[in-house]
């Protein structure tokens, strides 16, 4: 293993999750935003660990949606998790039961991204429990920030506040619809679009919340590919 | 929503999502690297994420509605365009709803 290699994965891990970080001041000001306090955001950050699903759970419940919606939205993004343990495994291979587990709570998008991409196994499993750790530290320590910065704002500051969170989803969105970021973006346009107009279009016949979930099994279930288009 | 309800949704969805990234670790293989499996969890990101944009940015309660978030949305798919930093799309969208709170007041 070649020194520039590992010191290269050790300071990209780093980099991110200083980045990741200011996307956790974003979390626990929109969690306050939503009614939750500062407990319960830092529970989330500390045990749920996964930014989308947090998004998207306190998304949910600010929007007025009842806890099972919201609990539903969370644990929808939360399969793509499911899939990156799939590939972790045998990558990082851990040791009993207490290995596993802890692996298990650092599998996100960043720490799996970074261990994919690295050159070889060995690095490969470096770049996972540095960026896991990392991106940890800097997302609780920054969603604390949030969720005490925010609470006691005026009303300007909580119009600030709703646009930030919308715009939050589509920074975390926008990547996926890139030929950067995701191997079939016009697919992708397709479903975000189709997401949408359903969302939408439920709004004013089903209660707060619900209307996101069915919007997402309608449309993933419309991607499933017919047989024909199956790649060899 | 009680403060129960609040925390027994942060706790369950806390657990279930833990318990998501778990079973990855745990299951066989095979069973989520089906084809369609691996193409529909492909695709839920992007329509939940597109979905939560669109009822955030333009909902409130049961009503289509048009603010600030719509002006800051706008701001923001064109800072993202632009390739901005995280943190300059989220200040931009934030300084324009505030703005037009301001203005509209």
């Not at chain 1, 291979?93 to 692996?103: L, V």
């Not at chain 2, 329509?47 to 923001?76: E, F, K, M, N, P």
Request: glycine share 12%; net charge neutral; proline share 5%.
């Amino acid at each position: 293993m070649a020194p520039p290699d590992r010191s290269r994965t050790l300071r990209d891990a780093v980099g991110l999750g200083v980045a990741v970080g200011l996307y956790g001041i974003a979390f626990g000001a929109a969690a306050d935003a939503a009614g939750l306090d500062a407990w319960q955001a830092m529970t989330l950050s500390l045990l749920m660990f996964t930014g989308a699903s947090q998004f998207a759970l306190v998304g949910v419940l600010g929007a007025g949606g009842s806890a099972p919606a919201a609990v539903g939205s969370a644990l929808l993004l939360g399969t793509r998790n499911t899939v990156y343990g799939v590939r972790m495994a045998p990558l990082l291979a851990p040791r009993g039961a207490a290995g596993r587990a802890a692996a298990a709570h650092l599998v996100i998008d960043e720490s799996t991204a970074m261990a994919v991409a690295a050159p070889d196994r060995e690095l490969g499993r470096l770049a996972f429990w540095v960026t896991g750790g990392t991106v940890y530290l800097g997302w609780n320590a920054m969603t604390l920030v949030g969720a005490l910065g925010a609470s006691g704002l005026g009303g300007t500051a909580e119009a600030a506040l709703d646009s930030v969170v919308p715009a939050a989803f589509l920074a975390l969105l926008w990547p996926r619809l890139t030929a950067r970021g995701s191997a079939e973006p016009g697919a992708q346009r397709r479903v975000a679009l189709g997401g949408a107009v359903v969302a939408l279009a439920l709004t004013p016949f089903v209660p707060a919340g619900v209307q996101v979930i069915v919007a997402v099994v309608a449309v993933a279930l419309a991607g499933r590919p017919r047989t024909a288009e199956l790649p060899a | 929503m009680s403060p129960d309800t609040l925390w027994l949704a942060v706790v369950v969805a806390s657990v279930g999502c833990y318990l998501l990234k778990l079973a990855g670790m745990s299951v066989p293989a095979a069973w989520v690297e089906q084809p369609w499996v691996a193409r529909v969890v492909d695709f839920v990101p992007a329509a939940l994420l597109a979905a939560l944009v669109a009822v955030q940015g333009l909902t409130s309660d049961d009503r289509l509605v048009v603010d600030g978030r719509l002006a800051g949305l706008a701001v923001a798919a064109l800072a993202l365009a632009l390739r901005a930093p995280f943190i300059v799309v989220i200040v931009l969208a934030g300084a324009t709803g505030a703005g037009v709170h301001v203005l509209t007041g």
